[in-house]
């Protein structure tokens, strides 16, 4: 009865970790935190989907940029929309990043290492933790026997000794579910990470794209290495004839 109560309430703690682990709030994509501008009412909000993009606009260029970031990484995910009746060559320096208030300036990391990296790390192995070792609770009862033989009175004691292995139990069963929600992050999170990958390959920017023709849309992704800082930064979008700026706030 006692493994039985010990276990159930060891079942309790595993639910109460699967409700820590479920999804919060804050928007992600590929896994990463989409970090919000600092006043959306600021900018046109344009939807993709579940997605809304922040946008600014100017006579010649429709500009959007949703902006996520990892442990290491920025990524800047701009989409340029040529409305002149020109082809436009995007700069290779378009994009910058910088924090206000004194904090360093993350700055713009080539995107190929970074893709790689990424796809890299998708194939490892979940490898699960083993259950500590709990020692028994050894528990003894000793039995005493009375016997009256005329004027004698004799007593005899036996000793029975068990064995208490709960501890142990309620080890084995936190770390098994703790494998297999530890196994599904981890798997999650390389599923992400592949996704990523082929996401920056498809939309990284190098000196050898064609100019953006007139009508047309072009995203490109840009990373940014920078630790999180806590504090205000803008993100410049440079194009010919005017600089787009996206503040933000975490």
Avoid at 114 to 136: C, H, M, Q
Avoid at 139 to 168: L, P, V
């Amino acid at each position: 009865m006692k493994t039985l109560t010990i276990v159930g309430v060891a079942l309790i703690l595993v639910c109460s970790s699967l409700l820590l682990v479920a999804p919060g709030r804050a928007e992600t994509r590929f896994g990463r935190v989409v970090v919000n501008v600092a006043d959306s009412k600021s900018y046109h909000m344009v939807k993709e989907g579940t997605r809304a993009y922040p946008t600014l606009s100017d006579g010649d260029y429709d500009v959007s940029c949703m902006l996520y970031r990892g442990a290491m990484y920025y990524y800047a995910e701009i989409t340029v929309n040529n409305k002149t009746s020109q082809p436009l060559q995007i700069p290779m320096d378009f994009a910058s990043l910088s924090f206000l208030r004194g904090a360093l300036t993350p700055h713009r990391v080539n995107t190929i290492p970074v893709a790689r990296a990424l796809a890299d790390t998708s194939g490892e192995e979940f490898v699960p933790s083993l259950p500590p070792y709990i020692p028994p609770v050894y528990e003894t009862t000793i039995y005493s026997t009375t016997t009256m033989r005329g004027n004698q009175t004799s007593t005899t004691e036996e000793e029975s000794t068990t064995a208490d292995y709960s501890g142990q139990v309620v080890a084995d069963v936190w770390t098994g579910v703790s494998n297999v929600v530890g196994a599904h992050s981890f798997y999650k999170h390389q599923d992400a990470n592949a996704q990523l990958s082929r996401f920056l390959q498809a939309h990284i920017q190098t000196i050898y794209d064609m100019p953006l023709p007139p009508g047309q849309s072009r995203t490109i992704v840009a990373a940014f290495w920078g630790v999180k800082k806590k504090k205000p930064f803008n993100l410049a979008i440079t194009l010919p004839g005017d600089t787009f700026r996206f503040s933000y706030k975490e």
